[in-house]
């Protein structure tokens, strides 16, 4: 079992953490939203009811003075509207009230040392009533020609009131925020982990050696294209291994009978008695066995070569056309001996970019598999067609063909349809006509044809 990361090891722990961040942002920008959309408002009202008495009061006051002034003040305060809220007052220039409902006022913030024109929140209480308490006022300080200071405000017990039901209500949600918060960040973090443990769990079987084990694949999201790239790369990955164990096990195949043979003949060459003659054929025939192991060893180097694309700085301008020509001339007395009946046919010029030698190699062992494997009295037949630039050179015979299921493990190396490997050769032809191709940048394609097989060379278009 995959251990449990750490928090900093963790980015399913870290996301997490970030998307818990994340919530508690966008909460708390949104409790401020609601608390400067609630209690900001009636601020502002008050602030605006305060802002137009005191215009009032000061127009009195210039209109006709401090009689003016008192009568206003007294108007204000008994016309029935806030008469629960508001609170007005005339102080003289020896700090005595009047005029107004002001009341005890908070030591700290007398009126003289408040700003005129600014507002301000202090605590005092109304007069009047039998025991007036000191509540929260926001109010203003007007300062007279004569001295005296004039004062507006409003108590705040409604918005204070408003303001604790306000505050309450985002606590509250504040808290259940928090925990959603947590326990959606835990739940985010436990599915997140546990897609990636599956990935890593399918992982660790197959570092144990189950190539065979896939990641299984849930839904259409990011995780499910995951999960189906690396089961494509198993698949490749699994594929590549059973080419290595094919590869290993047929070169060992390939290479025992003939040292095998070798081994033999330089016992026989061992013993006294051995006929000189004999003794030259043994050796001779065990130079042609070890010459079979290098031209091995040399194909597969050159399949090697030919991926790692070495060859590819030697290009130039072609006529692919003259080559098929060519190659087809020389085969022919080939196919003759095997009453085959070898035929060109095609465009007169198919201009390609390539490795003349290279080509002439590929289309060869093309033939020469046509010949060995086409029907004896037959034929094959060798075609070139461009095709908006791009060009087709097809050999195709019309012998027995190739079961569907060998079809495409044709161009693997040391495959053989043949598996008794009673025929010449050792199943490296095809691989490489297919790198030879795939460095000139084309496509081979096999395919079955009733009767007989085609194997055809696609080259781009020149640029």
Same mark, same amino acid.
């Given at each position: 079992?995959?251990?449990?990361?750490?928090?900093?090891?963790?980015?399913?722990?870290?996301?997490?953490?970030?998307?818990?961040?994340?919530?508690?942002?966008?909460?708390?920008?949104?409790?401020?939203?609601?608390?400067?959309?609630?209690?900001?408002?009636?601020?502002?009202?008050?602030?605006?009811?305060?802002?137009?008495?005191?215009?009032?009061?000061?127009?009195?006051?210039?209109?006709?003075?401090?009689?003016?002034?008192?009568?206003?003040?007294?108007?204000?305060?008994?016309?029935?509207?806030?008469?629960?809220?508001?609170?007005?007052?005339?102080?003289?220039?020896?700090?005595?009230?009047?005029?107004?409902?002001?009341?005890?006022?908070?030591?700290?913030?007398?009126?003289?040392?408040?700003?005129?024109?600014? $507002?301000?929140?202090?605590?005092?209480?109304?007069?009047?009533?039998?025991?007036?308490?000191?509540?929260?006022?926001?109010?203003?300080?007007?300062?007279?020609?004569?001295?005296?200071?004039?004062?507006?405000?409003?108590?705040?017990?409604?918005?204070?009131?408003?303001?604790?039901?306000?505050?309450?209500?985002?606590?509250?949600?504040?808290?259940?925020?928090?925990? $959603?918060?947590?326990?959606?960040?835990?739940?985010?973090?436990?599915?997140?982990?546990?897609?990636?443990?599956?990935?890593?769990?399918?992982?660790?079987?197959?570092?144990?050696?189950?190539?065979?084990?896939?990641?299984?694949?849930?839904?259409?999201?990011?995780?499910?294209?995951?999960?189906?790239?690396?089961?494509?790369?198993?698949?490749?990955?699994?594929?590549?291994?059973?080419?290595?164990?094919?590869?290993?096990?047929?070169?060992?195949?390939?290479?025992?009978?003939?040292?095998?043979?070798?081994?033999?003949?330089?016992?026989?060459?061992?013993?006294?008695?051995?006929?000189?003659?004999?003794?030259?054929?043994?050796?001779?025939?065990?130079?042609?066995?070890?010459?079979?192991?290098?031209?091995?060893?040399?194909?597969?180097?050159?399949?090697?070569?030919?991926?790692?694309?070495?060859?590819?700085?030697?290009?130039?301008? $072609?006529?692919?056309?003259?080559?098929?020509?060519?190659?087809?001339?020389?085969?022919?007395?080939?196919?003759?001996?095997?009453?085959?009946?070898?035929?060109?046919?095609?465009?007169?010029?198919?201009?390609?970019?390539?490795?003349?030698?290279?080509?002439?190699?590929?289309?060869?062992?093309?033939?020469?598999?046509?010949?060995?494997?086409?029907?004896?009295?037959?034929?094959?037949?060798?075609?070139?067609?461009?095709?908006?630039?791009?060009?087709?050179?097809?050999?195709?015979?019309?012998?027995?063909?190739?079961p569907a299921g060998d079809m495409d493990k044709l161009t693997r190396r040391f495959y053989r349809v043949d598996q008794s490997r009673n025929l010449p050769g050792n199943g490296l032809g095809l691989s490489i006509v297919a790198a030879i191709v795939q460095l000139h940048g084309g496509t081979l394609d096999l395919r079955a044809i009733a009767p007989g097989f085609e194997a055809s060379m696609h080259f781009p278009a020149q640029r």
């Amino acid at each position: 079992m995959a251990p449990r990361l750490s928090l900093r090891g963790s980015i399913a722990a870290r996301l997490a953490v970030g998307y818990g961040v994340l919530v508690a942002a966008a909460m708390a920008a949104l409790s401020a939203i609601v608390y400067f959309g609630t209690v900001g408002v009636f601020e502002r009202s008050i602030d605006n009811t305060i802002l137009g008495a005191q215009a009032r009061l000061t127009d009195a006051w210039r209109a006709g003075g401090r009689p003016a002034l008192v009568g206003e003040i007294d108007a204000q305060l008994h016309d029935l509207n806030d008469t629960d809220t508001e609170m007005l007052g005339l102080v003289g220039a020896g700090g005595r009230l009047v005029a107004g409902n002001l009341g005890s006022w908070d030591p700290a913030t007398p009126p003289a040392d408040i700003a005129a024109g600014r $507002l301000v929140t202090v605590r005092m209480a109304r007069r009047g009533g039998p025991a007036p308490v000191p509540v929260s006022v926001r109010l203003a300080v007007v300062g007279l020609e004569d001295g005296s200071r004039l004062v507006v405000g409003r108590d705040l017990v409604d918005v204070d009131a408003i303001r604790s039901v306000v505050e309450h209500a985002l606590l509250v949600s504040a808290a259940v925020s928090i925990l $959603l918060a947590f326990f959606g960040a835990q739940l985010f973090r436990g599915r997140l982990e546990a897609r990636i443990g599956e990935i890593r769990r399918t992982t660790a079987r197959i570092a144990a050696g189950e190539l065979s084990s896939r990641i299984e694949v849930h839904g259409r999201d990011e995780f499910a294209h995951l999960g189906q790239d690396i089961n494509r790369m198993l698949d490749r990955i699994e594929a590549l291994m059973e080419g290595v164990r094919h590869v290993s096990n047929s070169i060992a195949h390939d290479l025992r009978t003939p040292l095998g043979r070798v081994r033999n003949r330089l016992d026989r060459a061992l013993q006294a008695s051995v006929d000189p003659d004999a003794l030259v054929a043994d050796a001779r025939m065990a130079i042609e066995d070890i010459d079979g192991v290098i031209s091995l060893f040399d194909k597969l180097l050159q399949i090697a070569a030919l991926e790692a694309g070495v060859r590819a700085g030697s290009f130039e301008t $072609l006529d692919l056309a003259a080559i098929a020509q060519d190659m087809s001339e020389l085969y022919e007395a080939a196919a003759e001996e095997h009453g085959v009946t070898l035929r060109y046919t095609g465009a007169p010029e198919a201009m390609v970019r390539g490795d003349r030698d290279l080509l002439a190699n590929a289309l060869a062992s093309l033939i020469d598999n046509a010949i060995k494997y086409g029907r004896s009295g037959g034929r094959v037949d060798v075609s070139v067609i461009v095709q908006e630039g791009a060009t087709v050179l097809a050999v195709r015979d019309y012998g027995p063909g190739v079961p569907a299921g060998d079809m495409d493990k044709l161009t693997r190396r040391f495959y053989r349809v043949d598996q008794s490997r009673n025929l010449p050769g050792n199943g490296l032809g095809l691989s490489i006509v297919a790198a030879i191709v795939q460095l000139h940048g084309g496509t081979l394609d096999l395919r079955a044809i009733a009767p007989g097989f085609e194997a055809s060379m696609h080259f781009p278009a020149q640029r």
